[in-house]
């Protein structure tokens, strides 16, 4: 994504968050606009902000694992990754080529995680 184009749109769903502010679909977005543009602490705090309007959502716990990894706040992340799975989160493919969780893949925590994906689906 060219600069020009990640600072429009970021603008543009701002703008709309500070309007809705509750609004979870610009949420997520804004948290993987502001990952991809390198701002991990504000991705962080609009991921923390979706686990709260929306406590029951997989994809919103893995972006909040994704966060914390990049933060290299490994355990949290492996609990946001549990939390994830538990609620029905099942892309084990991903998970392992995902770029944001490649610190984790030494922690034995997370080799148990993704082995016990593979042993349940």
């Excluded at 804004?30 to 962080?44: E, K, S, V």
């Excluded at 609009?46 to 990894?69: G, I, T, W």
């Excluded at 990754?81 to 084990?92: C, P, S, T, W």
Aim: hydrophobic share 35%; proline share 4%.
């Amino acid at each position: 994504m060219d600069q020009d184009k990640a600072s429009f749109e970021t603008d543009f769903f701002e703008k709309i968050l500070k309007r809705c502010p509750d609004y979870a679909d610009v949420v997520e977005i804004l948290g993987g606009l502001y990952t991809r543009q390198g701002r991990i602490d504000d991705g962080l705090k609009m991921d923390r902000k979706l686990v709260r309007l929306e406590p029951d959502n997989p994809n919103a716990h893995y972006n909040l694992a994704c966060s914390l990894a990049l933060k290299r706040r490994n355990r949290d992340a492996i609990a946001s990754l549990e939390k994830a799975i538990e609620l029905g989160y099942n892309d084990r493919e991903w998970m392992l080529r995902d770029p944001d969780l490649k610190d984790l893949k030494r922690f034995p925590a997370f080799r148990k995680l993704v082995a016990s994906m593979k042993a349940s689906g």
